[in-house]
T-cell receptor
Framework: DQQVKQNSPSLSVQEGRISILNCDYT??????FLWYKKYPAEGPTFLIS?????DKNEDGRFTVFLNKSAKHLSLHIVPSQPGDSAVYFC????????????FGKGTHLIIQP | EAGVAQSPRYKIIEKRQSVAFWCNPI?????LYWYQQILGQGPKLLIQ????????DSQLPKDRFSAERLKGVDSTLKIQPAKLEDSAVYLC??????????????FGPGTRLTVT
């Protein structure tokens, strides 16, 4: 039973354009959401997070949007750069982030020159 | 600030053998996690420690997996005996923990285990 779903295994975006990665969740107890970036042979690196009391959080080129009613979140990267090519994992936690994380399967983002 | 350290980075063993992984979290991080990541999947939580106490081990296959965190710092994860399906990357993560109001987890590079 996948509680966090990333339905796009891969996404190809041209350099300089916007990358949008999507994530859906089913567990209404989740109240804290994170995005991680992973390069081959490395551990996941924390990118950005959002609490359920917010609907948007921004950090430089990265913005995460949360739609609680739809149980959907998305990560926007603007503008996309070659170094953004990696696997991106959506993760969720409850309550208030104290628990271990539940991850999606990841989306492989490829930035085309 | 030093990150989460893990060793070994790679391990190849035969089925029915035993193996142990070591993790040293970021200094001052009270909470430590072990995750299993099978190829093509996201990491799956195996066990969570708060200081040296177990908070959640509901997804740990306790018939073959064990973990400890002595003195609330370093941790070891052991598999005995290993099965083919244990082939995965084992990730250790740490965080300051909810009591500190900081929930982001920081991951080590992982140990890639191959069971033949």
């Amino acid at each position: 039973d996948q509680q966090v779903k990333q339905n796009s295994p891969s996404l190809s975006v041209q350099e300089g354009r916007i990358s949008i990665l999507n994530c859906d969740y089913t567990n209404s107890m989740f109240d804290y959401f994170l995005w991680y970036k992973k390069y081959p042979a490395e551990g996941p690196t924390f990118l950005i997070s959002i609490s359920s009391i917010k609907d948007k959080n921004e950090d430089g080129r990265f913005t995460v949007f949360l739609n609680k009613s739809a149980k959907h979140l998305s990560l926007h990267i603007v503008p996309s750069q070659p170094g953004d090519s990696a696997v991106y994992f959506c993760a969720a936690s409850a309550p208030k982030g104290a628990d271990g994380l539940t991850f999606g399967k990841g989306t492989h983002l490829i930035i085309q020159p | 600030e030093a990150g989460v350290a893990q060793s070994p980075r790679y391990k190849i063993i035969e089925k029915r053998q035993s193996v142990a992984f070591w993790c040293n979290p970021i200094s001052g991080h009270a909470t430590l996690y072990w995750y299993q990541q099978i190829l093509g999947q996201g990491p799956k939580l195996l066990i969570q420690f708060q200081n040296n106490g177990v908070v959640d081990d509901s997804q740990l296959p306790k018939d073959r997996f064990s973990a400890e965190r002595l003195k609330g710092v370093d941790s070891t994860l052991k598999i005995q005996p290993a099965k083919l399906e244990d082939s995965a990357v084992y990730l250790c993560a740490s965080s300051l923990g909810g009591l500190a109001g900081v929930y982001e987890q920081y991951f080590g590079p992982g140990t890639r285990l191959t069971v033949t």
